[in-house]
């Protein structure tokens, strides 16, 4: 939270514009959060995941801080390019994409293309001819607060064998890249990913594959209800695993941040719909705000993000509260399992302030799911 | 699937339409459900749930088939409205509402309102004075696909004091509703409910209070992999179930199909992405669509719902896969616990149809996740 939000809120509600739940995103706080990138990391490229945040506010900034961008689909690209990002600054980092759409970023002059799999492979050197190509590794995510599932990425040694069909179709077999799960609170987490990655190289070399850069993904956090190592331990501790796997012939490397870079540029105001109990023996309060599940707040899903959740009420007196979203859908319930303390005093028709929210909120929000516009948001 | 949906799927290839995933609805289905349920139990008025599929199409036809509309927000009052609906047809049924959205109703004319507690009885007293109201209570689902949480509710004990407030406070106490459970399979599901139901209503009638009607929710399923018993036999069970509760003082009653109405009469078209192994010993297939679970297919969150999905290939060997969106979310996953059996011959490009995909689709789909655009629809 910051000053700058609390006065555009402040503004809003003055204005009468205050019905709705809305996500405001402080711009200053993203300068920062790449600026310590930068420096935390002064030898490693920032791809940022524009998924995490695509409103051409936050790309204008960073295209003219000098980020380059992670994109996952060809409106990304677009995206990226109209923020002014030049095509060489952008990759193409989804290892799912529709042939016709690995064309599409090649005739915007897109060369950097992520891939998993021979099939993959067999695409883009189809529709992008002699682009540059990172072969994506799995790796288990151990420590981190979302870990991923197997969805992307292949294992180390059939890697290989991508980057070698992808020299022979006339491709840049270019490098590797893994991900070490998201909100990754354990700045030690590259280490063993790096050890991998290394022994790639290797790998790659003895087959007279030269590759030359190490896409070290994303996962950095952002505080929500625990504290966080700040950036530059995760710099000095990348620097370490690098020098410790490849000795004096460090790679050119990338990381690829999203949640790092916009999560704690943002807060969600929200209103308390209703407040009730299901029982008069209940201990646990409903509490039902105006955004759910469905208009933001997806990454609740199993309850794994657990997000600060500030109220006029603060000091007060807490009582353990099952948190839920305005529509009729039961499965629209942000904790529950683990109640979320909440103050006595709160009433209907209260604001609540949900921190942390700059990432993985806007564009998840559904379309009009029971009727419900999607989420308004100003980035000042 | 029906020959009207293939034939527009042939004609909108034709065209060279097909470059995204969308959604086809038969609007001749429609009508036929809302026949089978008004056939079946043709003493309950149909409440249609709007969330389920509130295209324009949907709502102008149930209209004029002479639905009424149960609506989660005032957004969905409008639309029903829009459709040709009185506002005598119309129910405010979500017991999360703003008080000035309550309001809203009131000056659109609705006189139909939910509650699951005295908070909400207040709001609705001041916001819409003299309004009918029903009051949901906690029913446990068993039977049910996707059980429902507690979200909305009370324990009937309670119920009764809502209920005794809405009268106090110059509401007409009107009914109970409940819910058996989404995609529910057992046609029995209401007895028990309907025997709760009864006994608040001798509860009420023993602290003076005269309750008219009972709104028997939705829960009728859609077919999707495995059979379902057809809409008679619900009516038959669920008028046997009310003959024994209420002997010959059977109430008004209502029900509100949602997925039932919608369901089968819908056929996503997507495309394959890519097929990979993530090593070469893997025995399971990942295959990767352009529509996942944040472009339309919400409702694969824990795999609850199972959908048919067919191809050029069906009667080929089958094989198992794992299937997953086409966006960089690990999360976005649709069938991996439990992978689905597709064709061995299957290839990247081969066009999938998503059989039942009519209801809980279109409206979940994000507004813009990894930029890619929301789910197109067609009703025909």
Chains 1, 2 share one sequence.
Not at 302 to 328: F, N, Q, W
Not at 336 to 349: A, D, N
Request: charged content about 25%; hydrophobic content about 40%.
């Amino acid at each position: 939270m910051t000053e700058r939000i609390r006065e555009f809120l402040r503004d809003r509600r003055a204005k009468g514009l205050d019905v709705e739940p809305c996500l405001v995103v402080d711009l200053e706080v993203v300068r920062d959060n790449f600026m310590h990138f930068a420096k935390a990391l002064p030898d490693s490229r920032v791809f940022y995941a524009i998924k995490a945040n695509p409103a051409p506010e936050v790309l204008s900034l960073l295209a003219s801080l000098g980020s380059c961008f992670d994109c996952a689909s060809v409106q990304e690209i677009q995206m990226a390019l109209a923020a002014g990002a030049t095509p060489d600054r952008i990759s193409f980092g989804n290892t799912i994409k529709k042939e016709r759409d690995i064309a599409r970023a090649y005739e915007l002059g897109i060369r950097l293309f992520s891939v998993d799999c021979t099939p993959e492979v067999e695409k883009v050197a189809r529709a992008a001819p002699g682009s540059k190509v990172f072969c994506r590794i799995l790796y288990d995510c151990a420590g981190a607060e979302w870990p991923l599932s197997r969805k992307f990425g292949c294992d180390p040694e059939m890697a290989v064998d991508v980057l070698d069909n992808a020299k022979r179709l006339g491709l840049e077999a270019y490098g590797i890249s893994f991900h070490v799960g998201s909100q990754q609170r354990k700045v030690k987490a590259w280490d063993r990913a790096l050890a991998m990655a290394a022994q790639v190289f290797r790998d790659c070399a003895e087959r007279g594959i030269s590759l030359s850069m190490v896409n070290m993904g994303g996962g950095f956090p952002t505080k929500y209800l625990k504290e966080v190592p700040p950036v530059v331990q995760y710099g000095r501790s990348i620097f370490r695993a690098l020098r410790k796997h490849f000795g004096n012939q460090i790679p050119e490397t990338i990381i690829e941040p999203g949640r790092g870079m916009v999560g704690n540029a943002g807060v969600i105001e929200t209103e308390v719909v209703l407040i009730s109990k299901k029982s008069d023996e209940d201990d646990v309060r409903w509490v039902y705000l105006d955004i759910g599940k469905f208009g933001g707040l997806a990454e609740t899903m199993d309850e794994s993000i657990r997000y600060a959740i500030k109220s006029r009420h603060d000091g007060a007196e807490m009582t353990p509260c099952v948190l839920a979203g305005p529509t009729c859908d039961s499965a629209d319930v942000l904790y529950e399992k683990m109640p979320y303390p909440l103050p006595v005093t709160l009433e209907i028709g209260d604001k609540l302030l949900i921190e942390g929210t700059g990432a993985y909120t806007s564009t998840y929000s559904s379309v009009a799911f029971n009727g419900f516009p999607p989420l308004a948001t100003y980035h000042i």
